[in-house]
T-cell receptor
Framework: GQNIDQPTEMTATEGAIVQINCTYQTSGFNGLFWYQQHAGEAPTFLSYNVLDGLEEKGRFSSFLSRSKGYSYLLLKELQMKDSASYLCAVIRGDYKLSFGAGTTVTVRA | DGGITQSPKYLFRKEGQNVTLSCEQNLNHDAMYWYRQDPGQGLRLIYYSQIVNDFQKGDIAEGYSVSREKKESFPLTVTSAQKNPTAFYLC?????????????FGPGTRLTVL
């Protein structure tokens, strides 16, 4: 089976940094996506990692270690609008996506 | 504007009735997907289509059916055989099925079976 684990909830203060971890065990690996999803809305793309290392895009960065089956999403300079669910999704060997249950981040003033 | 549309946003049906959820895209994408999302669980793949007139079962296809007669459209029918149909249904599309192709999601349809 496919196993993708993320923390259920995280809380942080406006302006702070939060790191959301994702560990995975899947049948094959062809890359990893991070999506943001506001309540009741569609997920929107944040980042894509296929090689080991850090990908930076503005306030958001994503890291991948294939040997450890581990990724994290780093959110810097948190803003209230960053309150959302963050989904880790692995592209399996059959090119289908398996999603984690998501991490709900609450940003407090 | 290019994008994916799903309608309606909220849908109510009586138990035992089939219901069809629509999904249309004008992104000229070849691949389309249906997922369901339940509280506390990740999105799960129901069906996907790589090209017109072709579709494949995903991880939880039982009780669902699809068609892909046009590139732009990928409707999902939730049949009475689906034991727990109440869920948030998301349609997505991508350029192709290849690993680097980001999937774009529609706004979703929340189906409630009474």
């Amino acid at each position: 089976g496919q196993n993708i684990d993320q923390p259920t909830e995280m809380t942080a203060t406006e302006g702070a940094i939060v790191q959301i971890n994702c560990t995975y065990q899947t049948s094959g690996f062809n890359g990893l996506f991070w999506y943001q999803q506001h309540a009741g809305e569609a997920p929107t793309f944040l980042s894509y990692n296929v090689l080991d290392g850090l990908e930076e895009k503005g306030r958001f960065s994503s890291f991948l270690s294939r040997s450890k089956g581990y990724s994290y999403l780093l959110l810097k300079e948190l803003q209230m609008k960053d309150s959302a669910s963050y989904l880790c999704a692995v592209i399996r060997g059959d090119y289908k996506l398996s999603f984690g249950a998501g991490t709900t981040v609450t940003v407090r003033a | 504007d290019g994008g994916i549309t799903q309608s309606p946003k909220y849908l109510f049906r009586k138990e035992g009735q089939n219901v069809t959820l629509s999904c249309e895209q004008n992104l000229n994408h070849d691949a389309m997907y249906w997922y369901r999302q339940d509280p506390g669980q990740g999105l799960r793949l129901i069906y996907y289509s790589q090209i017109v007139n072709d579709f494949q079962k995903g991880d939880i296809a039982e009780g669902y059916s699809v068609s892909r007669e046009k590139k732009e459209s990928f409707p999902l029918t939730v049949t009475s055989a689906q034991k727990n149909p109440t869920a948030f249904y998301l349609c997505a599309s991508s350029i192709g099925l290849a690993d680097y192709n980001e999937q774009f999601f529609g706004p979703g349809t929340r189906l409630t079976v009474l």
